[in-house]
């Protein structure tokens, strides 16, 4: 599994599937399953402007007219409040990687850029801590399991514990003999002897 390290409050964006594009000076030609995680610097500037942005109606409505008023909009005003950081919060699909420019007035500045868009973006339900690291990088297999095991949330991975535990307590244990066991030599070893 490719990992690639986003910075708050993008990653949450992404994850929340209110940004469909991740805007990238280079290129790449991977395409399939990308987890977004988040990084551990936040964009401050961004921070602010989608701060004001959730508490004036008029903006939001311009800006985010997919977002559902309620549940959707308290998430993003807690992500902002409190930026998930170090963690990957989603898997999605990279479908397409292509040149664009980005011009954000309100951040002031433009850049010729690669939109990497993103098709069937899931938010863990389990957060992964880890790591991040600059361009592309692959997750370990270790990390890649921890990545979809968040994907099916605590509920599920509780009654995998469970199923596991009673396996576990089926097993039946190899009867002891009882009284001092007895030994003979075959050439140099010692082998015990059957009752």
């Not at 500045?109 to 361009?135: T, Y």
């Not at 270790?142 to 514990?161: C, F, N, T, Y």
């Amino acid at each position: 599994m490719k990992i690639v390290t986003v910075r708050p409050p993008w990653s949450d964006l992404l994850a929340m599937r209110i940004k469909k594009a991740e805007f990238r000076s280079w290129k790449t030609k991977y395409r399939g399953r990308l987890a977004i995680h988040a990084g551990m610097n936040v964009d401050v500037a961004a921070r602010e402007h989608f701060w004001r942005v959730v508490n004036d109606p008029m903006l939001l409505a311009r800006e985010f007219p997919r977002i559902v008023l309620g549940e959707d909009l308290e998430r993003l005003k807690g992500y902002l409040a409190h930026p998930r950081k170090g963690i990957v919060v989603a898997v999605g699909r990279l479908a397409a990687c292509e040149k664009s420019e980005y011009w954000y007035e309100e951040l002031g500045f433009s850049s010729e850029s690669w939109a990497w868009i993103f098709e069937d973006m899931m938010e863990l339900k389990r957060e992964v801590r880890m790591s991040g690291r600059q361009g592309l990088f692959t997750a370990s297999p270790q990390d890649a399991e921890r990545i979809r095991a968040g994907l099916h949330g605590p509920s599920e991975m509780k009654v995998k514990l469970e199923h596991t535990t009673l396996q576990l307590t089926r097993t039946k244990k190899k009867a002891k003999p009882k009284g001092p066991r007895t030994y003979e030599h075959v050439g140099t070893f010692k082998v015990p002897v059957e009752d």
